[in-house]
């Protein structure tokens, strides 16, 4: 999933759009810490922090945080001052929504992506200060890190599937590669199988 593309894409086209990262889960949820949606100001939305139930909050307090230029730490569920927004799962979950990161972050980004770089971006929760910095420490199960109000969310890039060869069963398996989300590099050797 890659929000962030999508984010950039709308930044580009001149729209004000919202990092919404799900920062802190108390309890179990669907999505691990890290997991992140991308909110446009005309309510057009990327990626999910929860099993469907949350969703439609989220869009709503992203718009509300572009028209007041202020970003917003919140708690949904267990412990949140939303009486009315309930999780089935009982948790509680900590959502940072983010205005203020550039247009230069999202490009560097999506540029490192591109480049099959492994980068990390560090936000301060209490300033919203961001910086993307090139990560070079070993990766371990989880993609973010936290400590105090310093989260920090690893961005690796999609996992690359060559596939050499000829024929149908390398144009199936280039099909089935793109549709499991996987960054693919074909080379056919013959013409009748080149993409």
């Known amino acids: 999933e890659d929000v962030v593309s999508q984010m950039w894409q709308w930044v580009a086209d001149g729209r004000r759009a919202v990092l919404v990262t799900l920062v802190g889960v ?35 307090e992203a718009q509300d945080v572009i028209s007041k230029r202020q970003n917003r730490l919140l708690r949904y569920g267990k412990g949140s001052p939303y009486i009315d927004i ?15 990161i550039t247009r230069e972050h999202l490009a560097e980004l999506v540029r490192n992506r ?42 690796t890039p999609p996992v690359q599937l060559l596939l050499v060869g000829s024929g149908p069963g390398l144009l199936g398996l280039a099909s089935l590669g793109a549709a499991l989300g996987l960054s693919l590099r074909v080379l056919a050797v013959d013409d009748p199988t080149r993409i």
């Open 26 to 60: 108390h309890g179990g949820a669907p999505r691990a810490p890290g997991a992140q949606m991308a909110v446009a100001d005309d309510g057009r939305h990327a990626g999910y922090l929860s099993g469907g139930c949350l969703e439609q909050a989220i869009v709503l």
């Open 86 to 100: 309930r999780l089935p799962c009982g948790s509680g979950l900590d959502i940072y929504f983010d205005q203020s």
């Open 114 to 155: 591109d480049r099959r770089q492994t980068t990390l971006l560090r936000t301060d929760l209490q300033t919203g200060q961001s910086v993307v910095v090139p990560f070079a420490g070993k990766i371990l199960r989880e993609a973010t890190l936290c400590a105090g109000d310093i989260f920090e969310r690893i961005y």
